[in-house]
């Protein structure tokens, strides 16, 4: 791929050291080219996040996910395998099920158009009115559904669409290690909300890498955790964030920092008094509790609008409790959501206005720098790629010289 189509000055400002570089250029907020670059580079030719794994639980769920311009339909096999296989029919290319839809449980895969049918191993078993074509194989390769990329880690799925990016390990790196004491793939999700907001998906991303907006807008934030806690990450795959502390009567984040579900049983004292905020590029926003892991999952659907899907993910032993109910967290953060997305919105509008320039970053913002100057370099390289950026000390929430 070729560069971004955006001034390279001006993302090159991006770039510079902390002290020195300014925010993206208003049209990679504005610009319908630069967000269908985007789609393809950081979406299509990465590895985007499509839910979660128990989202299809038994052989024959199957479900269709848009990424960018490319539908992939996810498939529990036979064996219970998840697999993937692009959502087009070898026939005449119609889509086998519409991308977003509800998942279906089926024998096998068939076509709506002309009831081609495939095993949920994508071989073709059946084609209508083919029995007697004479230049007509049914086994031939070229006939089966044209496999995708699709790995798990965590409970999530991912899928690479182009086929050709970089293994899943490398795009992690050490976010593995990170969220390991959280046991990802023990957790279910009981409850999620979703939104569509008038603001760029990176808009929304940048507002979720800082806290310098808390004490304005986020009361109910600021009574449960100091707005200026915690460090910032030092990431060697695809993502980039940092913590923030609890104050000392909060167990959690909730309206009253009550905790009502039980402590993750592997985390040691220091991260049961913290909040790690990471965002796995390009979609994925991971927000690890003492009892709960949230997470926002972006859409991008045009260059001032976004779809988010939040779930608030619990251990078996929150599950378990007499009379669990999980709107302790969920309630916070709507009210907590919806105050950022009405920020959000806001910024969307200010940025298309004349008024609006490249500005400089706060040491409040040292993960809005990271994040920026990360897409700044995918702009500038054709392709997702790091590392993040190094901050100075004040800006990853340490002491000078610490």
């Given amino acids: 791929m070729q560069a971004a189509p955006l001034d390279v000055a001006a993302v090159r400002a991006v770039t510079r050291p902390f002290h020195e570089a300014r925010t993206l250029p208003a049209e990679a907020y504005l610009s319908p080219d630069v967000l269908a670059w985007e789609l393809e580079v950081f979406f299509e030719r990465s590895w985007m996040c499509v839910g979660r794994a128990d989202d299809l639980r038994e052989p024959?769920?199957?479900?269709a996910v848009a990424i960018g311009d490319e539908g992939i339909l996810l498939v529990r096999d036979g064996d219970g395998a998840l697999v993937a296989f692009h959502n087009t029919c070898r026939h005449r290319g119609h889509e086998l099920l519409p991308c977003g839809g509800e998942a279906v449980n089926r024998r096998v895969i068939q076509c709506p158009y002309h009831s081609w049918v495939y095993g949920l191993d994508g071989e073709l078993r059946g084609a209508p009115w083919f029995a007697d074509h004479p230049s007509f194989e049914r086994s031939d390769p070229d006939n089966a559904l044209r496999a995708a990329r699709?790995?798990?880690?965590?409970?999530?799925?991912?899928?690479n669409a182009s086929g050709d990016a970089p293994p899943l390990a490398e795009h992690l790196g050490n976010l593995v290690e990170l969220l390991d004491p959280y046991e990802l793939d023990r957790l279910s999700s009981v409850e999620g909300h979703d939104y569509e907001i008038a603001s760029n998906w990176k808009i929304v991303s940048e507002n979720y890498h800082e806290c310098y907006h808390c004490t304005e807008i986020h009361p109910e934030l600021c009574k449960v955790t100091p707005p200026d806690s915690g460090v910032q990450v030092e990431p060697t795959g695809l993502f980039l964030g940092g913590s923030m502390e609890l104050l000392d009567h909060a167990e959690t984040m909730s309206l009253t920092g009550e905790s009502r579900g039980a402590p993750f049983r592997r985390l040691d004292e220091k991260l049961r008094r913290e909040v790690l905020y990471l965002q796995l590029m390009p979609n994925l926003l991971i927000s690890a509790h003492p009892d709960y892991v949230m997470t926002h999952r972006l859409d991008p659907v045009a260059p001032d609008r976004t779809r988010i899907e939040c779930r608030w993910l619990w251990a078996p032993e929150s599950l378990e409790l007499e009379g669990f109910d999980p709107s302790y967290a969920s309630e916070f953060w709507d009210i907590t959501n919806r105050q950022d997305w009405t920020a959000c919105e806001a910024v969307q509008r200010g940025?298309?206005?004349?008024?609006?320039?490249?500005?400089?970053f706060s040491e409040m913002e040292g993960g809005v720098y990271q994040l920026a100057a990360l897409v700044a370099q995918g702009y500038l390289a054709g392709k997702a790629t790091g590392p993040v950026p190094t901050l100075p000390a004040k800006a990853m929430g340490l002491t000078e010289g610490a």
Avoid: H
């Fill in 60 to 63: 024959g769920d199957q479900r």
């Fill in 150 to 159: 699709v790995e798990s880690w965590g409970g999530w799925v991912f899928v």
């Fill in 351 to 360: 940025v298309a206005g004349r008024g609006f320039r490249q500005g400089p």
